[in-house]
Every structure is written in C-alpha cells, then in structure tokens.
C-alpha cells in the first residue's frame, strides 16, 4: 500500500498539533507563542485536505508536480512562524538589556548609598 | 559620584581582571579628580574586585550583554547622574590615559558631539594587525560617502562624548561591536565628530575577543547595522517630507 504524501502531511501535523498542545498543558510553552505553532498545524492539515485543489492550483502556477507546490505552501507556512518567533525573540532581547542595564544601575546607586559602590 | 560631576571616565570590561587594576591606577594617578566607573560585563573573573580594590567605582551587569549593551549601561548612568561628559577607554591598557585631557579639551573646544582617539602604533599604523587594518581600510571607505566626509579610525573605542550625544546614547545604541554604527547614529541626528590622533600601547593582558573566525560576523554585522540605519535615515526622512507636504497643503 502506497501512502500518498498529503496523508504523511496528515500525519504530521496531528503530531505537531498533539507536540504543541502536550508542550502548553506542561508549561513548556506558554499559550500566546503556541498561537502560532497551532496555526501553522492547522494550516497543514488543511493543505494536506486538498489534494485536488493543490493539482488545480499547480496546474494553474504552471508547477508540473503539485508535490512541489505542496513544499512551497509549507516552506512559506514554517517561515512565517519563524519570522514571527524573530520578532518575538528581538521584542524579549531588547526587554533583557533594558532591564539587565536598569538592575545593574539601580544596584549600583544603592551600593553607592551604602558607600560600597 | 551619586551626585554627578562634570566629566566620568567610563571603562566598560569583560574578563579583565589582569589589566583593570593597572588602567584604573594609572587614570586616577594622571586624572585624581575624575570619578572613574568600571562597568563590569558579567565576567567569571575577578574584574570587579580588581577594578574596585584600584579605587574605581564599579557598576556590574547580572549576566553578560557584550560591549554595547555594557557601555550603553554606563552612559545611562552617567546621563541619569547628570554628567556633561564622558570619556570612554576599554580596560586592557591600550589606551593611553595621559591623552584624556587632549581629546576632552578638543570636544569642548571644537563644539562636537564626540572626538574620538585615531590610534597610532608605533610604527605609524593603527597599532593593530594587518586584517584588522584592511578591515579598517574597508570601512573607512564605506563610511565616507555616508558620513560625507573621511574618518580615520572609525573602530576606536578610545572617544569622548558631550551630553548631547549622551542623551542619544542612552536612549539608542548598537549593542554589539558599536563604534562604526555609532558613527552612523551621529550622522542620522547631524551630530559631529572630531578625530585626536593618540598612540596605542600593547594590552597588559588577555587577548582580544574577535577572533578571525568572529572577524567574519564582525564586517557582516558591521555592514547590516550600517545598511539598517541608512534606511532607517531614509524613513525618517521620507516621514518629514510627507509631514511638510501636509503642513503646507
């Protein structure tokens, strides 16, 4: 028995979607930055759905395999969730220094009030 | 020093603690009258008690934000203090403090926002290897038809600032290898700079964090930060513009 490669997509994105719900009832995620990772899941099994719409829609864009349009739509999924998580990450680097920098200042002004600076 | 002063020697260091003592003594030998702070980068050695038992002021970092984000803390303190000026030298001895007084007197007497310390070794160079030079070479060619004019050293670290720039500092400044981008930050709010030529010495210790490997993500962070700070300009810019049109229509 062949498995068509939309069923593996199938497949694959329950496992995602049970990884990432499994990860936030553990708290290893929390629930706002699993909004994307859920989407992302979610989106997938919805692609892997609509096999002859993906042959349509490759036949349309002028891809002769619809296989290869199905890696495109999911290469543009995971960079969307990645882009996303830079920004996340940057907005949580910037948030660290400034706060590292304000302990560092107002520790230093204590010590200082305490002649130990 | 809570109170502030006039003028702050400003040390950032990370690892330092073969050289900070001997930095700190010889600035507060020549310049008895100047508060000197260290800001300590989160190292694992013993930089701060160094820095501290040769009389300066000490101001650690919880945990390890690299040059930027530590001279950032420190130019935070010194505007939040109230200081005019701040003159920073890094802690590994390469910067000669008897040229303090020089680089200060020419930011007061030039009217800039900053006067930086152009390095001369000994030799006439820039007291640095040769990659390092080309790699200078390299940017001082790219920064020129930006800044619209040459600059010599645009990697010294060894610069004093007046607390115009302070208040930019403090509020915006490139966290990692900053000293080309700050440049470009001058730029954007039509700040100027003025070059002091000051020899360099050899470090008293330790070895220098830019690696040829990290020489590398150095020139390609360099040329990025510069990159997004022009576009940033041009946003800026474009913004003003559509603003005018508006206000005169």
């Known amino acids: 028995m062949m498995v068509e490669p939309l069923d593996i997509l199938a497949i694959l994105s329950v496992l995602l979607l049970l990884v990432v719900l499994r990860a936030i009832r553990r708290e290893h995620i929390r629930v706002e930055h699993s909004v994307s990772w859920l989407a992302a899941a979610l989106a997938l099994i919805v692609l892997s759905r609509l096999g002859p719409q993906l042959e349509a829609a490759a036949g349309a864009l002028g891809v002769r395999d619809p296989f290869l349009l199905l890696l495109f739509l999911i290469l543009i ?19 660290n220094i400034t706060l590292t920098q304000r302990v560092a200042i107002l520790e230093f002004l204590l010590r200082e009030k305490d002649g130990s600076a | 020093m809570v109170n502030g002063g006039r003028t702050l020697i400003l040390i950032p260091a990370f690892n330092e603690e073969g050289a900070i003592g001997a930095v700190v003594r010889e ?10 702070l260290v800001v300590d980068d989160g190292s694992s050695d013993g930089t701060a008690f160094a820095a501290r038992a040769a009389g300066a002021r000490v101001m ?19 505007f939040e203090l109230g200081f005019e000026e701040v003159v920073r030298i890094d802690g590994d001895g390469q910067h000669d403090p008897r040229f303090i007084p020089q680089l200060l007197n020419t930011l ?10 152009v390095r001369r070794g000994a030799g006439g160079g820039y007291g640095t290897t040769l990659p390092r030079r080309i790699g200078i070479l390299c940017f001082r060619l790219l920064l020129r038809p930006i800044l619209g004019r040459p600059v010599a050293d645009p990697t010294s670290g060894f610069v004093a600032v007046n607390r115009r720039a302070l208040e930019v500092f403090a509020r915006s400044f490139p966290l990692e290898y900053p000293e080309i981008e700050t440049l470009v930050v001058l730029q954007r709010r039509r700040f100027r700079f003025v070059e002091v030529p000051c020899p360099v010495r050899p470090r008293l210790a330790g070895r220098s964090s830019i690696t040829p490997l990290r020489s590398f993500y150095y020139v390609v962070h360099v040329l990025l930060g510069v990159f997004v700070n022009i576009l940033r300009l041009d946003a800026r810019r474009a913004a003003r513009a559509v603003g005018e049109t508006l206000h005169d229509g």
């Open chain 1, 77 to 95: 999924v995971f960079l969307g969730v990645f882009y996303r998580f830079s920004r996340i990450v940057s907005e949580l680097k910037d948030m």
């Open chain 2, 27 to 36: 600035v507060r030998e020549l310049l008895p009258d100047l508060p000197v």
């Open chain 2, 60 to 78: 650690s970092l919880p945990c390890h934000l690299g040059l930027g984000g530590c001279v950032q803390a420190g130019y935070k303190l010194a």
């Open chain 2, 108 to 117: 007061r007497e030039s009217g800039c926002e900053m006067a930086i310390g």
